[in-house]
């Protein structure tokens, strides 16, 4: 049985990466998966060797072929995109506008338009010292990272089954979109980062709901906490509102990012290893 741990924030700069590198160095044995694919970061802090790239293909896109093409303009008029143009000398071309909806090829009587694979970025597989990691670069401004999220859980699936590791920590994108979705659907628990401050409280609430919605434990680890009684009385109400537990906090401390800084994890400082010890119990271990 392999249990898999997603770890979520509301909003960017909660410290939901520090905290995900800090639980895999802790581990004895991992597949750790950096579903944030449109900016990739546990690789900058988990020391890695890259084993495999693979391509990965988005959604598919228009092409026309000349030689096939009378000139009719169906294509043109089906676009609701802008994507196509007409050059001076009467052909058309697809552009970069091009959402891949097929419409121009089902409309075209001479059935010169294809729909092809775009290359939409890479996947990695990459060794660590205590495990495998499964990561991925979108190429900027290219869609379905919900698609790419999936195929690299997949693989993630595969390896731990294949090695016969019992744990895949999931350090998710965060907010709530789409993507979200596609790094905690399926996960046995996730561990919500929230920053105490009153957009962190604001953003939490959001991400709380959406995990309700899907029936998943959680817990939340208060993080750059000290300031405020009143919001870390609130991140506590309303992880108990939806049924979520906070397991800990982590006072703001300007060695962090000076740690940070020199890629080094909070695992790396002895004061806080007991600390992760004990998160780490209770996602790997409480139902």
């Not at 010292?129 to 499964?134: E, H, Q, R, V």
């Not at 709530?176 to 561990?191: K, Y």
């Not at 609430?205 to 680890?221: D, G, M, N, Q, T």
């Not at 609130?234 to 300007?254: E, S």
Request: charged share 15%; proline share 4%.
């Amino acid at each position: 049985m392999i249990r898999q741990i997603a770890v979520l924030s509301g909003k960017g700069g909660a410290g939901k990466t520090s905290m995900t590198a800090a639980l895999i160095k802790m581990m004895k044995t991992v597949i750790a998966v950096d579903a944030d694919v449109n900016a990739s970061n546990l690789p900058i802090l988990l020391p890695h060797q890259r084993q495999a790239t693979f391509p990965y293909y988005g959604m598919d896109i228009a092409n026309i072929q000349d030689e096939k093409c009378t000139g009719c303009g169906h294509c043109l008029a089906a676009c609701h995109f802008a994507a196509i143009q007409q050059t001076p000398a009467g052909h058309y071309r697809i552009g970069a506008e091009c959402e891949g909806c097929g419409a121009c090829a089902f409309v075209c009587p001479a059935e010169a338009v294809m729909m092809i694979r775009r290359n939409s970025g890479s996947w990695y597989i990459s060794s660590l010292s205590n495990g495998t990691m499964i990561h991925a670069d979108l190429t900027p401004g290219e869609d379905n990272s919900g698609k790419l999220i999936t195929e690299i859980r997949r693989k993630a699936a595969e390896v731990a089954k294949d090695q016969h590791i019992p744990y895949i920590v999931i350090d998710g994108p965060p907010g709530t979109s789409c993507q979200a979705i596609s790094a905690m659907t399926g996960t046995d628990v996730v561990l919500a980062v929230v920053e105490e401050s009153l957009s962190g409280l604001s953003d939490y609430r959001r991400l709380a709901e959406l995990i309700h919605k899907f029936s998943i434990p959680h817990y939340v680890l208060i993080n750059k906490a000290g300031f405020s009684q009143q919001i870390d009385y609130d991140i506590v109400q309303t992880a108990a509102h939806f049924n979520g537990r906070v397991v800990g906090r982590i006072a703001f401390n300007k060695d962090i990012p000076a740690a940070l800084q020199n890629l080094q994890t909070l695992a790396d400082l002895e004061i806080y290893q007991d600390f992760f010890n004990q998160v780490l119990k209770q996602l790997l271990f409480d139902p």
